[in-house]
């Protein structure tokens, strides 16, 4: 009888209803839905923070439409700008019946000379290849009455244009007057994190000032073969290829978390110096 009635006391307080405090005790208690992991309540501040930095740099685009600074009509081959020479351009002349410069190559000096047989140095920077070719032809005379000279450029070196942004191949590109808008878009290779759409030809004065702009429509140029703007550029052009929106808010992350890492780095660099210096190499000779 005494272990019936144990029993049955068992029974009726595994069905006993839960008192006011019992339910308020378990609403506090870590395993409560009302407390989910911590990396769960972390969701939420982060997708809303990256909505909103992707609606910020979706209102920040600009259009710019400087279109008449870069397109011409009819659209010339090569740029209206003549050529001059600076270092470290490389020249070479030929001549018929000056066997001395005929085959002559060299790069011009950063003093802006270049030094040839028989004659010596001749300042050359500044000048057009043709105006060069007349007087070296004029020095020429003194050793040989009928010269003849003619100076062309090997390689060019002195004038570039500037690509920067999401592209492969950043940096400066030679300008030799035939570089246009989509011809040097190819060889820079947009990544997929670029946003074609936006991309900016920018164009300084001589002063460094910013004079003009224009955005261009990379898509529109290679899926309709619109190339209205493919634009001829010029000595000193930049282009810039600026990030989509998402590669933008990828780019502010990273910023947010860049001063994060050092101290990382610096909690984790004891436990490397620890095994390292348990090796062979840190351990006593008569181990």
Do not use: W
């Not at 490389?90 to 019946?97: A, E, F, G, N």
Request: charged fraction near 20%; include cysteine.
């Amino acid at each position: 009888m005494n272990l019936m009635h144990t029993h049955n006391l068992k029974m009726n307080e595994m069905h006993k209803p839960a008192s006011a405090s019992d339910a308020f005790s378990s609403l506090l208690t870590p395993h409560s839905s009302l407390f989910p992991p911590k990396p769960t309540m972390l969701k939420q501040p982060i997708l809303l923070l990256a909505a909103l930095i992707l609606a910020m740099l979706a209102g920040c685009q600009t259009t710019y439409t400087d279109f008449e600074a870069f397109v011409r009509d009819p659209q010339p081959l090569v740029t209206s700008t003549e050529y001059r020479l600076a270092p470290p351009d490389v020249i070479r002349i030929t001549s018929k019946r000056v066997r001395e410069l005929h085959g002559h190559v060299e790069t011009i000096r950063p003093d802006g000379r270049i030094t040839l047989p028989l004659i010596g140095a001749v300042m050359v920077t500044g000048k057009t290849p043709e105006e060069a070719s007349i007087e070296i032809q004029n020095l020429a005379v003194d050793f040989y009455e009928d010269a003849d000279v003619s100076l062309r450029v090997e390689v060019f070196r002195s004038k570039k244009i500037f690509v920067f942004g999401e592209v492969r191949i950043v940096g400066a590109y030679p300008y030799d007057g035939t570089n246009t808008v989509l011809r040097t878009l190819a060889i820079a290779q947009p990544t997929r994190l670029a946003d074609p759409c936006n991309i900016q030809v920018m164009r300084p004065n001589r002063n460094g000032e910013m004079i003009k702009r224009m955005t261009i429509d990379l898509n529109e140029m290679v899926q309709r073969g619109d190339t209205t703007l493919d634009a001829v550029l010029e000595e000193g052009d930049i282009l810039y290829v600026p990030p989509n929106p998402l590669a933008s808010v990828g780019l502010a992350f990273q910023q947010l978390l860049l001063p994060l890492q050092p101290a990382a780095a610096t909690i984790q660099a004891p436990t490397d110096i620890a095994t390292h210096s348990a090796q062979k190499p840190y351990t006593s000779g008569g181990e």
